[in-house]
């Protein structure tokens, strides 16, 4: 099962890159719960459902454009994947080119992902999908 959430996830990770974010949520359950630290955005909390989806993406949209996410390693840990993700945009207003690191932690349940808990750190990320570092 661990390298078939694996799939899964890279999977989403293609469809939202090829097809944006209404493709992505084929993936999500609708009860999907995702977290992101303050210090990695700027409408840090958690999003819920679709429409959570939704608004997490969105809230890039009034300083950024041309955003893209991009997983560097998918490692399988029973019902999680842990993702080191690079998110590349541009600015808006300025033009100039940016990217964010951070880890993301996918958590599946019958074929879905259930949650997507974000972190700046590897160590915590690990320790979320329960790894040992």
């Not at 429409?51 to 019902?79: C, N, P, Y």
């Not at 879905?112 to 974000?118: D, M, P, S």
């Amino acid at each position: 099962m661990s390298q078939e959430n694996v799939e899964i996830v890279r999977s989403a990770y293609t469809a939202l890159a090829e097809h944006g974010v209404e493709a992505v949520l084929a993936y999500a359950d609708p009860e999907f719960e995702g977290t992101t630290p303050p210090e990695l955005a700027t409408e840090p909390g958690t999003y819920r459902g679709h429409e959570g989806v939704r608004r997490w993406f969105g809230s890039f949209g009034d300083a950024m454009e041309g955003i893209h996410l991009a997983g560097q390693e998918f490692v399988a840990a029973g019902d999680k994947v842990l993702v080191d993700t690079t998110l590349h945009a541009r600015g808006r207003a300025t033009g100039i080119e940016t990217e964010q690191h951070a880890y993301v932690v996918w958590t599946l349940r019958d074929g879905l992902v259930t949650r997507a808990e974000t972190f700046a750190e590897r160590g915590p990320a690990l320790e979320a999908a329960g790894l040992q570092e």
